[in-house]
């Protein structure tokens, strides 16, 4: 049986009693779109005020235990990503993706210069991973950090593990370009990756630049992920239908309360003579 996730400290080697303790965390399936948690990103040359351009993205990983081939030390094999919600290219914003692993790894800084973004290893523990984008230079000249808790084991640790079926957590969140500039918005506005505003009345951009070369763009078709079976599907319809669904259930127990007060106070009522006598 796996020791508590709160308690891993992770090794590419037998465990370095000398090397820093992972932070003890939990990893949410879903992290909240809502404003609170979009990550706004400034961004340079001529910029188009008051436009905002929306990115979703999702990182996360997904590990497979290694079943009669796991040894002490390589216990699973895992990926750790930045991908589009449903899976689209993210090279027409994201330039590079750093991954900087538990410093027990051979050469824990990792780059990635080209979609997709990902990065396997093996290893038999959990840590968190500093996911850092950098973007395009029509994009941000700043990078973003993204925190993600590997998980290696799935949450009821009481159960047998699979070599079939993998853990997977995924994180979503949306970047959110402020006033972007033209060159930028006009290269993205008919990709799917993006979600764009509708532009002013009377204003030209200047024709795109792609940034990006045919074997680039081969490399990047991320709808036939080897891995995408088990990736989660983000979408807004979905959360609509459930947020329908919980203000049905919420109306519904507000109707049964009235009901039951209305009763109470009709009782109440027709007890009232018999006490006045």
């Known amino acids: 049986m796996p020791q508590s996730s709160s308690t891993k400290k992770h090794a590419q080697d037998p465990p370095d009693v000398t090397g820093p303790n992972p932070k003890s965390q939990r990893t949410k399936m879903v992290k909240s779109s809502d404003d609170s948690d979009k990550k706004f990103v400034q ?9 905002e351009v929306g990115v979703p993205i999702v990182y996360g990983n997904i590990a497979f235990w ?9 216990s699973h094999k895992w990926t750790v990503y930045v991908r589009g919600a449903t899976n689209e290219d993210l090279s027409v914003v994201v330039k590079r993706v750093d991954f900087q692993l538990h ?3 051979n ?4 780059v990635v210069d080209g979609p997709p973004f990902e990065l396997s290893e093996c290893g038999w523990g959990e840590f968190e991973i500093v996911i850092t984008l950098h973007f395009h230079t029509d994009v941000c000249d700043k990078p973003l950090h993204l925190y993600h808790h590997l998980k290696l084991y799935p949450e009821d ?5 699979s070599t079939k079926r993998p853990v997977v957590v995924e994180s979503y969140d949306e970047i959110v370009l402020a006033e972007p500039s033209e060159a930028f918005f006009a290269r993205v506005q008919n990709h799917p990756a993006v979600s764009v505003p509708r532009l002013p009345p009377g204003l030209n951009l200047p024709p795109p630049v792609p940034i990006e070369d045919v074997d680039r763009r ?4 991320s709808k036939d992920h080897p891995l995408s079976q088990w990736f989660t599907n983000f979408s807004e319809a979905d959360e609509l239908l459930k947020l329908t669904a ?6 519904g127990h507000i109707a049964r309360l009235r009901r039951q007060l209305s009763l109470i106070e009709g009782q109440h009522q027709q007890l009232k003579p018999a006490a006045d006598l």
């Open 107 to 110: 050469n824990p800084t990792r």
């Open 43 to 51: 961004n340079s040359g001529k910029k188009l005020k008051e436009l």
């Open 246 to 251: 919980a203000r049905q259930q919420v109306q």
């Open 66 to 74: 290694l079943g009669k081939k796991a040894s002490e030390f390589q």
């Open 103 to 105: 410093s027990s790894f």
């Open 218 to 221: 081969k490399r990047s078709d």
């Open 157 to 161: 640790e009481s159960g047998p593990l």
